[in-house]
C-alpha cells in the first residue's frame, strides 16, 4: 500500500458531540442522511440493472459527497472517512476507471448499510446526552475493502489525474452517457422510480404509525380525564335526583345526566375510532342475555326523545335464543349509536328494533347449532337518506348532508364506529331508504350461544305471575304489534278486545262492568290517541263502576309521571314504551301486591335490600371530585370508608389497618395503581380484594390488570349500584 494510503487508515473514534450547540443542527443531520443513503440503495439497486448508468452513478456519487461534508462540519470523523471513501468509489465508477461488478455492489451496500448503522448510534447518543448503552461499531473492515478496490482499480499514474483533477488542477471532464437504447433507459427509469416510490412508502407508513400511535396515546389521556369528570357530574347528579328536591329540579337534574351520558357516548367513539385505525380493537368474550342488553339500551333511548311523539318499540322473535357470548359493550354501543341516529331524525311516528334469526342461514340444520346467527333491523319513519349519499353514509365524521350538523347535532362518528364494530364481529351492515320514507339500518352478525345466561330470573317472575294471574285487563293501544297485550297474556292476565276508538272502548267497558266483570287494570296508550286518552282516563275516573281499575298510562315520555299535572289528574301511573320487564314486574307488584308496606313497592335487586354496614373500605383516588362524590355516597348508604390519594399512601394505610376491600384509581402520582397493587400483592395481602377504579375501559387495560393483581374491574363513570354491588361482593369476603 502506498504511503498516501497509509494517511488514509483510521481507527474508531466515538463522536464527541457538542449537544448545546450542535443539538438541532445534529438531528436534522441523522433525518437528512437517512433519505440520502436511502437514495445511495435505490442507486445501487438500478445499477444492478444496468451497471454503468451514468444518472445513477452521479445520484451514488452525490450523495456520500453531501453526506462527507456534512460530517466534516460536525466533526462525525467515522462517518466521514467512510462517506469519503465511498465517495471515491463512485468517482472511479462514473468515470469507468472501475467496473461496477457484484463484489462492487455489495462492497457498497455494505457501506450503505455501515453508515446506517453508525446514524443508529448517533441518534442514541443524541437521546442519552453523549453517551452510548452498547458497543461502538468499527467500519475499519468496510473502509479497508473500499479502500482495496479503489487501489487495485487504479494505476497510479491515473491516480495521479484524479488528484489533480480533485485539487482543480485539470478540468473534471464527465465521459459520455452510455448509449443504451430508448426501451432500456425508460426501463430503467421505471424501475427508480419503482425503488423510490416502496421506500416512499415504507417512510410514510412508519411514520403514520408513529403519528396513530401518539394520537391513540393522547386520546387515551384525555378520554381518562374526561371520564373523571364525567363520573363526578354522573354520581352527582343521580344523588341529588333522589334527594327532596322540587320536580323542576330533578328534570334539571336528569338533563344535566342525560347531557353527560352522551357526551361520554362522543368521547368513546372517538377513542375506539383511533384503537380501530391503529388495528387495536379487541373484541371481549362475555355471557349476556339479549333482551336484558336490548331493554337497557330502550332505557338510555327514551331519555333521548325530548317529548318527541314517537312509539318506541322493539320485538325479539320467540325462535331467538337470549343467552349469547361476545362483547356485549361493544353490541350495545351499536344498538345506543344506530336507535339513537334514528330518534335524531324522526319527528313523528315510529323508531324500533326487530331481532330475528338470519333468514339466509339455517339455524336448525345445516349450521352449528352452538351459534345463533341473527339479523337486526333499526326502522324509523325519519327524513330518510338520498340515494346519493348513502354511498357514504358509514365514513368517519360524514353526514347525509352539510346542514344536518348544524340542526341536529352530532359528530358524524357512530354510523362509521357501529361497521367497524360489527365487521369486527364477523357480520355485515347495509342501509335501505329513501328520503321522507324512513331508513331501515339492518345488521347481520352471529354469537356463541350460552343457554345459562337465557333464563329470566325466576323468583320475580314467579312473584309476578301469581300476582297477575286471573287479572282482567284491558289494553287500549293503537300499537299495531300489541306488545303490552301479548305480554299480559303471557301473564295469564284475561285481556278484553276492545275498538281502537277511545268512545267504543269506553262503551265495551261499561258494558262489561253491567255484566259484573270487573276490570283490574286499564292501560290507556297516550301516544296513539293523544288528547283523547286523557278525556277517556278522565271519564273512566268519575264513574264508579270503576273505582277499583287501576288506570294506566301507556307512553314514552319518562317525565310524565313528575311533570303532567293532566296525567296526574287522570292516570293512578304510567308505564314507559317499549315496556321493559322488569317497570313492568314493578307496576304488578304496585297494582296488586296487596302486602307490601309501602304503595310504592318495587322489585329491587339484593344490593339495595343488602347492608354495607361493618364492611372496612378504602379508597384510593387522586380526584378530590371524586373522594367527595363517593363520601355523599357512603353517607347515603351508610358505608364508612377511609381515603388515599396515591398508592404509596394506601401502602401505608393497609399496613397498619385490616380493610375488607380496596377501590385503587390506576393513574394517580407518586405512586400509580399498578405499582401499588404489585407491592400490597408482593409484600403484604394476596387475598385483599383490590378493585381497579379507572376511566380507561379497553379489554388489554383489563387484561393488566388482572396480570398485575386486581380482583375486579370498575371503570368511571361508574353506577352507584353498580360501586355498592362491588362492596357487597367482595367487602362479605374475609380475607
Known amino acids: ?123 442514541e447518543q443524541i437521546a442519552n446526552h453523549g453517551k452510548l448503552s452498547r458497543e461502538y461499531l468499527d467500519v475499519s473492515a468496510v473502509v479497508l475493502k473500499i479502500q482495496a478496490l479503489n487501489e487495485s482499480a487504479i494505476p497510479g499514474r491515473i491516480r495521479k489525474v484524479i488528484d489533480d483533477k480533485r485539487s482543480g488542477k485539470i478540468p473534471l471532464v464527465s465521459l459520455p452517457v452510455s448509449s443504451e437504447s430508448d426501451s432500456r433507459v425508460k426501463i430503467l427509469k421505471r424501475q427508480q422510480e419503482l425503488i423510490r416510490e416502496r421506500e416512499l412508502a415504507i417512510r410514510l407508513s412508519q411514520q403514520a404509525q408513529k403519528m396513530a400511535a401518539e394520537k391513540s396515546d393522547m386520546l387515551a389521556s384525555m378520554s381518562h380525564e374526561m371520564r373523571t369528570l364525567i363520573n363526578a357530574i354522573m354520581g352527582f347528579s343521580d344523588l341529588l335526583v333522589k334527594g327532596d328536591l322540587e320536580e323542576k329540579q330533578k328534570i334539571f337534574l336528569r338533563s344535566i345526566s342525560s347531557s353527560a351520558e352522551l357526551l361520554l357516548d362522543i368521547i368513546n367513539n372517538i377513542l375506539d375510532l383511533a384503537k380501530i385505525e391503529r388495528g387495536k380493537l379487541k373484541l371481549e368474550a362475555i355471557s349476556f342475555n339479549l333482551r336484558d342488553l336490548v331493554e337497557s339500551v330502550f332505557q338510555i333511548i327514551r331519555a333521548r326523545l325530548e317529548q318527541k311523539q314517537i312509539l318506541l318499540f322493539f320485538n325479539i322473535d320467540p325462535e331467538v335464543t337470549l343467552g349469547l357470548k361476545g362483547d356485549p359493550t361493544r353490541f350495545r354501543q351499536i344498538l345506543i349509536n344506530l336507535l339513537g341516529n334514528a330518534v335524531k331524525f324522526t319527528e313523528k311516528g315510529e323508531v324500533g328494533l326487530t331481532v330475528s334469526l338470519d333468514p339466509h342461514v339455517d339455524n336448525t340444520a345445516a349450521m352449528d347449532r352452538s351459534r345463533a346467527y341473527l339479523r337486526f333491523k333499526v326502522s324509523d319513519t325519519g327524513i330518510g337518506i338520498s340515494e346519493t349519499k348513502l354511498k357514504y353514509i358509514f365514513e368517519p365524521f360524514m353526514q347525509g348532508d352539510k346542514t344536518i350538523a348544524r340542526e341536529y347535532g352530532g359528530t358524524g362518528l357512530g354510523l362509521a364506529i357501529s361497521k367497524s364494530y360489527i365487521e369486527t364481529m364477523g357480520g355485515k351492515i347495509w342501509v335501505e331508504s329513501s328520503v321522507g320514507d324512513g331508513s331501515d339500518f339492518i345488521f347481520q352478525v352471529s354469537f356463541p350461544v350460552d343457554e345459562a345466561f337465557g333464563h329470566e330470573t325466576t323468583q320475580d317472575m314467579t312473584k309476578v305471575f301469581d300476582l297477575a294471574a286471573g287479572k282482567s285487563v284491558a289494553v287500549i293501544d293503537k300499537d299495531k304489534r300489541q306488545a303490552l297485550k301479548s305480554l299480559c297474556q303471557s301473564y295469564h292476565m284475561q285481556t278484553i278486545d276492545l275498538p281502537l276508538i277511545c268512545e267504543e272502548s269506553f262503551n265495551v267497558l261499561t258494558a262489561h262492568a253491567q255484566q259484573g266483570k270487573a276490570v283490574d287494570i286499564i292501560f290507556i296508550d297516550t301516544i296513539g290517541f293523544k288528547d283523547d286518552a286523557y278525556l277517556l282516563a278522565n271519564k273512566l275516573q268519575q264513574d264508579e263502576r270503576f273505582a277499583q281499575a287501576k288506570i294506566i298510562a301507556v307512553t314514552s315520555d319518562i317525565k310524565i309521571g313528575v311533570s303532567n299535572e ?150 368511571k363513570p361508574f353506577n352507584m349500584n353498580e360501586f355498592k354491588d362491588k362492596i357487597i361482593r367482595y367487602g362479605r369476603h374475609k380475607h
Do not use: W
Open 1 to 123: 500500500m502506498t504511503q498516501e494510503n497509509q494517511n488514509d487508515i483510521f481507527t474508531p473514534h466515538v463522536p464527541e458531540l457538542n449537544l448545546e450547540e450542535h443539538g438541532e443542527m445534529l438531528s436534522e443531520f441523522t433525518t437528512e442522511v437517512l433519505d440520502l443513503l436511502i437514495e445511495a440503495k435505490n442507486a445501487v439497486l438500478a445499477l444492478e440493472a444496468i451497471p454503468n448508468d451514468q444518472e445513477s452513478l452521479h445520484k451514488a456519487f452525490k450523495v456520500f459527497y453531501t453526506i462527507k461534508g456534512l460530517a466534516t462540519f460536525l466533526n462525525l470523523s467515522d462517518i466521514y472517512q467512510l462517506a469519503k471513501n465511498a465517495e471515491g468509489l463512485f468517482d472511479a465508477l462514473r468515470k469507468g476507471l472501475l467496473p461496477f461488478d457484484e463484489m462492487v455492489a455489495d462492497v457498497a451496500l455494505e457501506a450503505i448499510d455501515s453508515l446506517r448503522a453508525l446514524l443508529d448510534l448517533l441518534n
Open 566 to 715: 293532566a296525567y296526574k289528574a287522570c292516570f293512578d301511573d304510567y308505564l314507559l314504551r317499549p315496556v321493559i320487564r322488569s317497570e313492568f314486574f314493578n307496576l304488578i307488584q304496585k297494582t296488586f301486591d296487596r302486602s307490601s308496606s309501602s304503595q310504592d313497592a318495587t322489585i329491587v335487586s339484593s344490593s339495595e335490600t343488602t347492608s354495607c354496614a361493618g364492611i372496612e373500605v378504602l379508597i384510593v383516588d387522586d380526584s378530590a371530585t371524586n373522594i367527595e362524590l363517593i363520601k355523599a355516597y357512603f353517607e347515603s348508604i351508610e358505608c364508612v370508608g377511609d381515603f388515599a390519594v396515591n398508592g404509596q399512601e394506601a401502602i401505608e394505610k393497609i399496613k397498619q389497618k385490616r380493610y375488607d376491600i380496596c377501590f385503587m384509581d390506576l393513574q394517580m402520582p407518586v405512586m400509580n395503581g399498578f405499582a401499588a397493587t404489585q407491592i400490597i400483592r408482593s409484600q403484604i395481602s394476596q387475598d385483599l380484594p383490590i378493585i381497579a377504579l379507572t376511566a380507561a375501559d379497553a379489554p388489554e387495560d383489563k387484561e393488566k390488570c388482572q396480570e398485575i393483581g386486581f380482583t375486579d374491574f370498575l371503570s
